[in-house]
């Protein structure tokens, strides 16, 4: 495992000159909410936890260097990310099992989330250590108070996949879940993103889509799909980005919606299955999506025995 740091030189911190000492903790492990731009975007149990602990899990040590060298704290880091998680977190967990407080941080914002750090708080768990969250900035509910839509029920879909096809079933899926949609996107792709969404939700369904959020050149774009998929092409976001997407427009999804999830389920599971989540996901009966996805996998094998080159179908 790569450190940095050597051995602990402070067991404090100071904020704009002025120095604190650390308040103890207790042995065990500390997901650790960092900044998601704007260094200040830290809280005081934060710093007492960073500068108190034996250790300091990171994605990057130069990200959290930069974070720790602000407020005038040194501490052994370790490195943890997606690459070397199954290899490192032996050596933690038994960090962990001997008494030690490691403090896990990702490079911004809240861990665990779309991050390796989950595998080790499962493991912790399992193994009977205590597991203290320290919360703190989070650039999911950043984005969600700044879009100005619906907050009372929302669903994180974190990264979309990459390429588009997959891109626009995985949307399919959601297509008429009756709440906003959170997702996280790099600026290269918003735009084809976008247009995904416009073609796939419905061009009409308000969203935004805000970037850089607590930094410098923070923007929120506000407007329908289609407006922000324009906007995306004609002016390409920079930096790191959040869309927020309204719910359907409208209290019932239609047959369309539920065909376009039907035809997405049907891809990989059976036909009762695939009408089960449906089902509950739309909140119709599940006797009439049930009936509707008999027609549409006998429309969908119908097409595929025409079709040569169509890979056989499962049930």
């Known amino acids: 495992m790569s450190e940095a740091g050597g051995k602990t030189t402070t067991t404090g911190y100071a904020i704009d000159g002025t120095a604190f000492a650390g308040k103890p903790v207790e ?50 880091l370790a490195i943890y990310h997606e690459h070397n998680a199954a290899r490192e977190r032996p050596r933690l967990l038994a ?51 700044a879009a100005g839509l619906p907050t009372d029920t929302f669903l994180f879909l974190g990264f979309l996949p990459h390429k588009a096809g997959t891109r626009r079933n995985r949307l399919g899926e959601f297509r008429a879940v009756p709440t906003t949609l959170v997702i996280y996107e790099s600026p290269h792709r918003a735009a084809e ?46 930096g790191e980005i959040v869309l927020v997407i309204g719910a359907p427009l409208g209290d019932e999804a239609g047959e369309a919606d539920i065909e376009a999830l039907l035809s997405a389920a049907l891809e990989t599971k059976g036909t009762g299955q695939a009408a089960a989540e ?38």
């Open 193 to 238: 993103t976008l247009a995904d969404m416009a073609e796939v939700l419905g061009g009409d369904r308000p969203a935004a889509l805000c970037r850089e959020l607590t930094k410098r050149f923070e923007e929120v774009r506000r407007g329908t799909l289609s407006e922000l998929a324009a906007g995306a092409q004609d002016d390409p976001p920079r």
């Open 95 to 145: 960090m962990l099992r001997g008494g030690m407080r490691l403090a896990l941080v990702s490079d911004a914002g809240t861990p665990l989330i779309s991050d390796p750090g989950y595998k080790l708080v499962e493991e912790a768990i399992a193994e009977g250590i205590r597991v203290i969250p320290i919360p703190g900035a989070s650039a999911i509910l950043s984005a969600l108070v």
């Open 27 to 76: 042995p065990g492990l500390y997901p650790v909410a960092t900044p998601i731009g704007n260094l200040s975007d830290i809280s005081l149990r934060a710093l007492d936890v960073l500068a108190s602990a034996d250790l300091i899990v990171c994605e990057d040590s130069r990200v959290t260097a930069v974070l720790l060298d602000r407020y005038g704290i040194r501490k052994p």
């Open 278 to 315: 449906v089902a509950k996901t739309t909140g119709r009966p599940r006797k009439e999506v049930y009936a509707l996805a008999l027609k549409l996998k006998a429309v969908l094998d119908a097409g595929s025995d025409g079709d040569d080159d169509a890979p056989p179908t499962g049930t």
